[in-house]
């Protein structure tokens, strides 16, 4: 069985520094990995994904996540947050079905 | 342009009432889903279908019923046997391969159970 645990609920940056928002998965083969976005009371966008091809993975509007076999993480990354990044992030495993994170929140402060 | 449209935005309802959430989509997908949300427990799944005239249980099934008449159009009844149907509703799609090909979704719908 497929698991995923974002390790923050909440995440609080300054506009302009590092944003980090952690995910740790359980899966008993190679896994595919996702991450969505989702602003207030709208539906989810996909950032990027990973499904076995290079480990460092590029998405949109700047942010990466690397994958970790070793450490079972798929961490999700972008060098300088902006204000309109201030959105749920939700960190999703593939198994023989989609399972989804709970969520991490992250606030922009300016 | 092509994407996924949900209606209505909200949709509040009495008790005993049943209710249906229209997902209706134009990228010549052939799987469609509907997701709940809840605060903090992420996305849940209630049924799903990879073709027309199929469709399957997902996760929290019970109190909810679906159609998949035509490929476009994947929608879904809250029933009132439904107790605590008061959240968010998302629905998405994807290409042939269910659960392997990226899901794109629509905006959702809120209900709330009066």
């Known amino acids: 069985a497929q698991s995923v645990t974002q390790l923050d609920s909440h995440v609080s940056v300054s506009e302009g520094t590092p944003v980090l928002l952690r995910c740790n998965y359980s899966?008993?083969?190679?896994?595919?990995l996702f991450w969505y976005v989702q602003h207030p009371n709208k539906g989810l966008q996909l950032l990027l994904k990973?499904?076995?091809?290079?480990?460092l993975v590029k998405g949109i509007n700047g942010f990466e996540a690397e994958f970790k076999k070793s450490e079972t993480s798929f961490h999700l990354t972008k060098p300088s947050a902006h204000m309109s990044d201030a959105a749920e992030y939700f960190c999703?495993?593939?198994?023989?079905?989609?399972?989804f994170g709970a969520g991490t929140i992250l606030r922009v402060k300016s | 342009d092509g994407g996924i449209t949900q209606s209505p935005k909200y949709l509040f309802r009495k008790e005993g009432q049943n209710v249906t959430l229209s997902c209706e989509q134009n990228l010549n997908h052939d799987a469609m889903y509907w997701y709940r949300q809840d605060p903090g427990q992420g996305l849940r799944l209630i049924y799903y279908?990879?073709?027309?005239?199929?469709?399957q249980k997902g996760d929290i099934a019970e109190g909810y019923s679906v159609s998949r008449e035509k490929k476009e159009s994947f929608p879904l009844t809250v029933t009132s046997a439904q107790k605590n149907p008061t959240a968010f509703y998302l629905c998405?799609?994807?290409?042939?391969?269910?659960?392997?090909?990226?899901?794109?979704f629509g905006p959702g719908t809120r209900l709330t159970v009066l």
């Open positions: 999703v495993v593939y198994g023989n079905k989609l399972v």
């Open positions: 990973y499904t076995s091809a290079a480990t």
């Open positions: 998405a799609s994807s290409g042939t391969g269910v659960f392997t090909d990226t899901q794109y």
């Open positions: 899966s008993s083969y190679s896994p595919s």
């Open positions: 279908s990879q073709i027309v005239n199929d469709f």
